[in-house]
C-alpha cells in the first residue's frame, strides 16, 4: 500500500516540530538537527520538514511505495503522462538511501515517487543528483529534493 507524502520547507526545525507533534498527536519519527519526519497511519501520509528547501512553505508532494514493483508501476503511468522524467537510483536524500522518479505537474508542483531501502547519516549526496536532461533527452524538470545550490 502506498502512502502519501508531503515535504515543508520551514524557517525553525525547534518551533515547527513542536506545532506538527502538537498537531498530529506523536513525536517525529525522525529528528535531526535540518530535517524531522512524521510517518502517520491516520492519514497514511509521510510528513517531513526540513530548513535544507529554497524557501519556506510546501517543497513537493509525492508518493511513497513500499515495493519496488509498486515504484515501478508509478513510473509507468508517469511515462503515460508524457511528461519528463528524472530519475535516480540507489541515492541519499533526508537520511535515507532509495530509488526515486520525479516530475513536476502542469501547474509547477514537483511530485516525488520513492522506494526506500535503507538509511543514511547525511541529508543528501551534494551535486551528486542530475539535471533531468542528463537522464532523459526531453525539456527540463524542477531538481530533486536534496539537490543544494553549489
Given at each position: 500500500m502506498k502512502r502519501m507524502h508531503v515535504h515543508v520547507g520551514v524557517g525553525d526545525l525547534e518551533r515547527s516540530?513542536?506545532?506538527?507533534?502538537?498537531?498530529?498527536?506523536?513525536?517525529?519519527?525522525?529528528v535531526k538537527s535540518d530535517y524531522a519526519k512524521w510517518m502517520l497511519d491516520d492519514p497514511r501520509v509521510?510528513?517531513?520538514?526540513?530548513?535544507?528547501?529554497?524557501?519556506?512553505?510546501?517543497?513537493?508532494?509525492?508518493?511513497?511505495?513500499?515495493?519496488t514493483e509498486e515504484l515501478q508501476e508509478i513510473a509507468g503511468r508517469l511515462e503515460e503522462a508524457e511528461t519528463p522524467i528524472l530519475e535516480q537510483k540507489n541515492t541519499v536524500c533526508c537520511y535515507a538511501r532509495g530509488d526515486k522518479a520525479w516530475v513536476t505537474d502542469p501547474q509547477g508542483i514537483r511530485w516525488e515517487s520513492f522506494y526506500t531501502f535503507g538509511t543514511a547519516?547525511?541529508?543528501?549526496?551534494?551535486?551528486a543528483v542530475k539535471s533531468a536532461?542528463?537522464?532523459?533527452?526531453k525539456p527540463a524538470i524542477a531538481a530533486a529534493c536534496c539537490a543544494k545550490a553549489s
Open positions: 516540530v513542536k506545532f506538527y507533534s502538537t498537531m498530529f498527536g506523536v513525536e517525529p519519527s525522525v509521510n510528513f517531513a520538514i526540513s530548513t535544507n528547501c529554497t524557501a519556506p512553505g510546501l517543497d513537493h508532494l509525492g508518493v511513497q511505495a513500499e515495493t547519516t547525511v541529508y543528501g549526496e551534494g551535486g536532461t542528463e537522464v532523459k533527452p
